[in-house]
């Protein structure tokens, strides 16, 4: 069954109102009618109405980089699914690397995350994937198993339809090292394996695995080239209109 491919641009904390404006609107005339792949805007909270009313009526989705899992309450800075939903966004990141990392997201936070997503009806995309110091230690498949184990295994498959996996390798997120297409495909193969043991061959082969990590223009049509490579989350070279658009175009 031939996977829709999608591509993601993970804006981050970066640009102003103006700029935001300025690369959604170049990124739709690039982008806008794009058939035969997704393309999903990740812009920071603030800019997200505007974003999703600048790409309404185009091909470009829009999604929030994170959520917090409770419905309402006293948790300050943090937004919840259905302001998400409301400001216009049909996806959002749970468990980014950086959520992980710098804010201290554990595995069981990420869970909970996810779950927040899908009652909200937000398709949500999954980010996992290994440090460097795991990579070396030859823990990679563990620490993907671990983190794919905890967040989805006790979701009825039948909720999981939308999902969204993200391989991202912590080690090749924003240091201009990107995993070979030969590497990023042996751990794509490791999740579509682990997909099946936990939910049936069926959603296994049905779900899309996106690489993320330092994904460029240059690099992409040879990542692309690898079976289980489904799409792209895309973090610096988003900012660029020309060369996301480059990254879609590799494939779409
Ligand atoms: C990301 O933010 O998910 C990412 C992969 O960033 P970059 O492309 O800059 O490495």
């Known amino acids: 069954m031939a996977r829709v491919p999608v591509i993601g641009g993970n804006w981050k904390m970066h640009l102003d109102l103006t700029e935001a404006v300025a690369l959604a609107t170049d990124?739709?005339?690039r982008l806008g009618s794009t058939r035969g792949a997704e393309v999903i805007l990740f812009p920071p909270f603030p800019f997200l109405k505007t974003i999703a009313d600048r790409v309404e009526g185009s091909s470009i989705q829009v999604g929030g980089q994170d959520?917090?899992?409770e419905k309402s309450g006293a948790f300050t800075g943090a937004v919840t699914a259905t302001m998400l939903k409301s400001v216009g966004c049909s996806h959002v990141l749970v468990g980014h690397?950086?959520?992980?990392?710098?804010?201290?997201?554990?595995?069981?936070?990420?869970?909970?995350?996810?779950?927040?997503?899908?009652?909200?009806?937000?398709?949500?995309?999954?980010?996992?994937?290994?440090?460097?110091e795991e990579r070396k230690g030859n823990q990679t498949f563990q620490v993907v198993a671990r983190q794919l184990q905890s967040a989805i295994a006790s979701i009825p498959v039948g909720r999981l339809a939308d999902?969204?996996?993200?391989?991202?390798?912590?080690?090749?997120?924003?240091?201009?090292?990107?995993?070979?297409?030969?590497?990023?495909?042996?751990?794509?193969?490791?999740?579509?394996?682990?997909?099946?043991?936990?939910h049936g061959a069926s959603?296994?082969?049905?779900?899309?695995?996106?690489?993320?990590?330092?994904?460029?223009?240059?690099?992409?049509?040879?990542?692309f080239t690898q079976p289980?490579?489904?799409?792209?989350?895309?973090?610096?070279?988003?900012?660029?209109?020309?060369?996301?658009?480059q990254i879609v175009k590799a494939r779409a």
């Open 97 to 132: 690397s950086e959520r992980r990392s710098v804010f201290g997201d554990t595995d069981a936070v990420v869970g909970r995350k996810l779950l927040a997503a899908l009652d909200a009806g937000l398709k949500p995309v999954l980010c996992i994937g290994e440090l460097l």
């Open 163 to 198: 999902l969204v996996l993200a391989y991202e390798p912590v080690w090749a997120i924003g240091t201009g090292l990107t995993a070979s297409p030969e590497q990023a495909q042996e751990v794509h193969a490791y999740i579509r394996q682990k997909l099946a043991d936990l």
């Open 67 to 69: 959520l917090h899992f």
């Open 27 to 29: 990124v739709r005339n």
């Open 228 to 245: 289980d490579i489904d799409g792209m989350l895309v973090g610096g070279a988003s900012l660029k209109g020309e060369e996301f658009a």
């Open 203 to 223: 959603f296994a082969t049905a779900t899309r695995i996106q690489y993320g990590g330092s994904v460029k223009g240059s690099n992409a049509a040879g990542l």
